[in-house]
């Protein structure tokens, strides 16, 4: 009847997983390689501290669901209109 059984729980914590490891990604090429905005690496570092914070101290369950499709959407915008050197649209 409903969505959660054994499959349920294994999918969520491949989401979460993935969502947290595209985030550092983008963190790593702005901040480290200069790829990306660096605005946009501030930002991406924001999920992966917060759902580690909410997870392992508050113990709250699925906070991920929330962080991450905002991230999501802002980093779309950031990646998509702004210019970057991994797009080769970066100012020389």
């Known amino acids: 009847m409903g969505s959660d059984g054994p499959g349920h729980a294994r999918l969520t914590e491949l989401t979460t997983t993935r969502g947290a490891v595209a985030a550092r990604v983008v963190a790593w090429l702005s901040l ?3 790829l990306v905005s660096r605005w946009l690496g501030l930002v991406s570092l924001i999920p992966p501290v917060a759902v ?7 113990s709250i369950a699925g906070f991920p669901g ?7 959407i802002v980093a779309f915008a ?15």
């Open 32 to 34: 480290r390689d200069r």
């Open 52 to 58: 580690l914070f909410m997870s392992g101290v508050l």
């Open 66 to 72: 929330i962080v991450g499709p905002i991230w999501l």
């Open 78 to 92: 950031g990646l998509s209109l702004g210019r970057h050197g991994i797009l080769g649209t970066a100012k020389a």
